[in-house]
């Protein structure tokens, strides 16, 4: 059993979008997008800079677009289940038929314009916890103002918050985390600092026509298998300011009876994960188009039948 995963926001590097664009239809494919969200998909992924890609209204669209834009290249993959981290989400909404690929564009440019705007209102942020043990460290963070924004499994934890409380963070560092590392992101996501971005982004999903899900998706905000098309658009407007839990997404994945995690581009983050808590699972991250030929062979060998 395959199950087909997008990365979060983060995993962009500059020019990571350039190999897939001499793909037979890809830039006209992401041509349309662009002129769909008004936002340059081609320029952003190709020529802009890591500062201009950290934006979160550019890194957000860009990201979706790379997850589906190699997804198509890949071909049909029968996954038995979908899942993605945090904005992967919308990408794996639109893996599942729940949104077709222009709508899920739409929906990301508007989340990540209105994440953009409810960073604005408070200085914040977010920094990733390096050894630990989850019961300790959340009941830790929440005495010092802090919210566990992506408890990611295998032992990583990102606190968020504002930066005099991620400052206290760093003097005060919860039993058994040796290192707390400032992440290059512009708010504190997942929180309830994102809470004036929920209401944009509802009236925004509002104009849209959910299906329900073809295959099982697996929601960050509780790791359950959510088998109808309203209530996957719901969660993805309240995830906003909600905490990821792909710690749990991957104890699903396990009951599910998983054998194989592919990631499509630009991959290595969530595959990094898996091979730390899902022992015995095949993975696969697509980075490049030289890795669709692997990707292949891997749904060849795990897919649905």
């Known amino acids: 059993m395959l199950v087909l995963v997008a990365p979060g926001q983060g995993a962009q590097t500059p020019g990571f979008l350039t190999p897939w664009l001499d793909l037979p239809g890809a830039a006209d494919r992401v041509a349309a997008w662009s002129d769909a969200i ?3 998909l081609a320029h952003y992924g190709t020529q802009a800079d890591a500062d201009a890609i950290r934006d979160t209204a550019v890194a957000q669209p860009l990201l979706v677009a790379a997850g589906l834009l190699s997804h198509s290249a890949l071909g049909d993959t029968s996954p038995g289940a979908v899942a993605g981290h945090s904005v992967g989400e919308i990408t794996a909404a639109a893996f599942a038929g729940v949104l077709d690929d222009t709508a899920a564009l739409t ?5 990540g314009l209105a994440m953009a705007e409810a960073a604005k209102v408070t200085r914040t942020g977010m920094s990733a916890l390096l050894g630990g043990d989850p019961e300790t460290t959340v009941p830790h963070l929440e005495k010092l103002g802090l919210t566990a924004a992506n ?3 295998a032992g990583q934890i990102v606190a968020a918050g504002t930066l005099e409380e991620l400052a206290a963070l760093e003097a005060d560092k919860p039993e058994g985390v040796r290192r707390v590392v400032a992440l290059k992101v512009a708010g504190a996501f997942h929180t309830h600092h994102m809470a004036p971005a929920v209401d944009a982004l509802a009236k925004a999903a509002a104009e849209l026509a959910p299906a ?6 697996v929601s960050n905000k509780d790791g359950r298998v959510v088998g109808g098309g309203a209530e996957v658009l719901s969660r993805l407007v309240g995830q906003v300011a909600n ?7 991957m104890e699903t994945f396990k009951e599910l009876g998983v054998t194989a995690l592919l990631e499509v581009c630009p991959g290595g983050t969530l595959t990094g994960l898996a091979k730390r808590a899902l022992p015995g699972v095949a993975t696969l991250a697509l980075k490049t188009p030289d890795d669709l030929d692997a990707a292949r062979e891997l749904v060849a060998e795990h897919a649905s039948a």
């Open 38 to 40: 008004g936002l340059d």
């Open 107 to 111: 929906l990301v440019r508007g989340r």
């Open 151 to 153: 408890v990611n499994g």
């Open 212 to 217: 329900d899900p073809s295959v099982p998706y």
């Open 243 to 249: 905490p990821v839990r792909w710690d749990l997404c």
